[in-house]
């Protein structure tokens, strides 16, 4: 009978299926990864995966999970830590959540129609209705910090969720954009259109 692991083994052995499942997502999206192929990687039995997660899939939202929250604490921490003029502020929150959005491995996965489809086929219950209750929680927690610190009256948390889902939008759309060579002008211009709106409010304030 194998020898269990020990706690530090467990935590070692962890953190390497998440790391290493990440760059397997990430080159093989979440249908075509093989745990085989992910167990050889870092030195374990298939049978031993199953101890730490109950599928692929089970191990792709904790992946998506821990991202997101790191995300949202980094970005916080920016904007809390931010100085200088609203417009200097909000430019640099723009900036943070267009890189992120273009350089997140995992977003490989949401830019892929049959592979998005695949993994919310395998969420958990309830999956989508939390995720949303935190991201509704994080942008209130955001507009209150634009709006005290920053005088930012126009950036409630309706607006910055209207800013945030077109910037989604938009990096959907990067690879034809680029293709094009227009992704670029189409970000500025974006840029552009939601500082405004969070400096000077829709007109029908």
Same mark, same amino acid.
Do not use: W
């Given at each position: ?115 998005? *489809?695949? #993994? ?7 999956? &989508? +209705?939390?995720? /949303?209750? =935190? %991201? ?20 409630? *948390?309706? #607006? ?7 910037? &989604? +939008?938009?990096? /959907?759309? =990067? %690879? ?30």
């Amino acid at each position: 009978m194998p020898r269990p692991f020990s706690e530090n083994e467990r935590a070692a052995i962890h953190q390497r299926l998440m790391d290493e499942g990440l760059k397997r997502f990430a080159r093989q999206g979440v249908r075509a990864m093989r745990i085989d192929d992910l167990c050889r990687d870092i030195g374990i039995a298939k049978g031993s995966f199953y101890a730490f997660f109950a599928s692929k899939e089970a191990l792709f939202f904790a992946l998506a999970d821990q991202r997101d929250e790191q995300h949202k604490s980094e970005m916080m921490a920016e904007m809390l830590a931010a100085q200088g003029e609203a417009e200097t502020v909000l430019g640099l929150f723009f900036d943070t959540v267009m890189q992120r959005l273009e350089t997140d491995p995992l977003m490989r996965i949401v830019q892929d129609a049959g592979e998005l *489809a695949y #993994a919310m086929r395998h969420a958990p219950a309830g999956y &989508v +209705a939390e995720n /949303l209750r =935190r %991201d509704r929680a994080f942008v209130a927690e955001l507009s209150d910090v634009l709006q005290s610190r920053f005088g930012l009256h126009h950036a409630t *948390a309706r #607006a910055l969720e209207d800013g945030m889902t077109l910037m &989604v +939008a938009l990096s /959907l759309q =990067r %690879d034809y954009l680029a293709t094009i060579g227009t992704y670029g002008s189409a970000v500025a211009l974006l840029r552009s259109m939601c500082l405004k709106y969070l400096i000077e409010g829709s007109g029908n304030d």
